[in-house]
């Protein structure tokens, strides 16, 4: 079965990214850009959703270069970040699903930036992404290591690509 079609089976018709609300304006004005980009083109970030820790990983790893998204509207770091107060208004983006096709995107199956995360071509990502358990599962913890699962976009994200933006609860 293509991924298109598991994805749909599953429900996943878009992609998504928490940030905070006082971050909008820079993101209407450049779209999502890498933590890269962001140092580059000396973006103005109001709230990161990553602490220094993460971003210090994500230079380590080569993962600077990338936007992280999620294939659910609860990935679990959003909890992490709303918990330290990284967000205070956070809101989750809607993201055209078409990002996920690019040459250059990989997906992971957990935090990218964590030890042991492995790193997938997008038509190979059903081999190591358990969609049933991020979807449907009924154990909490199962259900919450398959929502760890992230899309790397290299480098940015088109606001044309950003079709919603929701409140965080």
């Not at 890498?34 to 380590?60: M, P, T, W, Y």
């Not at 809101?91 to 992971?108: G, K, P």
């Amino acid at each position: 079965m293509n991924i298109e079609n598991i994805l749909r089976q599953h429900g996943i018709t878009s992609l998504y990214h928490f940030t905070d609300r006082s971050n909008l304006a820079t993101i209407e004005l450049y779209g999502l850009q890498s933590l890269e980009n962001i140092i580059q083109k000396n973006i103005a970030v109001s709230h990161f959703g990553a602490d220094s820790l993460s971003h210090d990983l994500d230079r380590n790893f080569g993962l600077h270069h990338f936007v992280h998204l999620s294939f659910i509207q609860d990935h679990p770091m959003y909890h992490v970040a709303k918990s330290r107060g990284s967000i205070v208004d956070p809101v989750w983006l809607e993201i055209d699903i078409s990002v996920l096709f690019a040459n250059t995107t990989c997906v992971s199956d957990k935090v990218a930036n964590r030890n042991g995360a492995k790193f997938f071509n997008v038509h190979n990502m059903d081999m190591a992404i358990d969609f049933d358990a991020m979807c449907y599962g009924q154990d909490f913890n199962m259900r919450k290591e398959a929502r760890k699962a992230e899309i790397l976009v290299f480098n940015e994200i088109e606001t044309s690509k950003i079709i919603g933006v929701y409140n965080g609860k």
